[in-house]
């Protein structure tokens, strides 16, 4: 069974300019998740959707940052227009309530705004 | 608000030692506790989950311990080895936050041959 994905792994854009970033869940789960690391910090919640309707976007830092999740499916989270404090890491997971609701992780996006 | 907190920041240890990482987190209404390795450049890989109503899960190697009432899990490791090291992390779920995770920072372990 594939895990999860993330597409990019590494993308450096310049300030201003916008960056989409994309997860792709483990297929069947419903629950999926963004979380950022930033240099020196603990990993941080984003957002949280349950198939494609937002259960919570409390983590988001402002309105440059945009997710969407069509279809329920796949995932991207767009960043417009990046500044340089959005560099860091950005990881998506998805879970499955039903299954204890273990949250699986992809590789993470690097995202280094100059 | 939920914080969680790991001891040690950084662990080094020779290879066979057992040892214990500790994570502590202030609000105890939790729905449960998921342990994490990261590798260098790499994602996270969940080792163990905890329900709020277990004391402790196992996994081969690794035994993590919940106490709700006192906020506090720790990862035992037996017999470590090189290949364990790797930057641990702890993270909760609090009750009623809709899944999120709330992480600590991490403790580094390194093995030494």
């Known amino acids: 069974e594939a895990g999860v994905t993330q597409f990019p792994s590494h993308s450096v854009i310049e300030k201003g300019q916008t960056v989409t970033l994309r997860c792709d869940p483990i297929?069947?789960?419903?629950?999926l998740y963004w979380y950022r690391r930033v240099m020196g910090k603990e990993i941080k919640f984003l957002l949280h959707?349950?198939?494609?309707?937002?259960?919570?976007e409390s983590g988001m830092p402002n309105n440059r940052f945009l997710a969407e999740r069509t279809g329920g499916t796949y995932s991207t989270l767009k960043v417009q227009p990046a500044e340089l404090e959005d560099s860091g890491v950005y990881f998506c997971?998805?879970?499955?309530?039903?299954?204890?609701?273990?949250?699986?992780f992809g590789p993470g996006t690097r995202l280094t705004v100059l | 608000k939920q914080e969680v907190t790991q001891i040690p920041a950084a662990l080094s240890v020779p290879e066979g030692e057992n040892l214990v990482l500790n994570c502590s987190f202030t609000?105890?209404?939790?729905?449960?506790l998921q342990w994490f390795r990261q590798d260098p450049g790499k994602g996270l890989t969940s080792l163990l989950l905890?329900?709020?109503?277990?004391r402790e899960q196992t996994s081969g190697r690794l035994n993590a311990s919940l106490d709700k009432s006192s906020g506090r899990s720790t990862l035992y490791i037996a017999a470590s080895q090189p290949g364990d090291s790797a930057t641990y992390l702890c993270?909760?779920?609090?009750?009623?936050?809709?899944?999120?995770?709330?992480f600590g920072k991490g403790t580094l372990l390194t093995v030494n041959p």
């Open positions: 609000d105890s209404a939790i729905y449960n």
């Open positions: 997971a998805s879970s499955q309530v039903q299954l204890g609701n273990t949250q699986y």
């Open positions: 993270a909760v779920i609090s009750g009623g936050s809709n899944y999120k995770l709330t």
């Open positions: 959707f349950v198939k494609e309707s937002k259960q919570d």
């Open positions: 905890i329900q709020s109503s277990q």
């Open positions: 297929s069947g789960h419903d629950n």
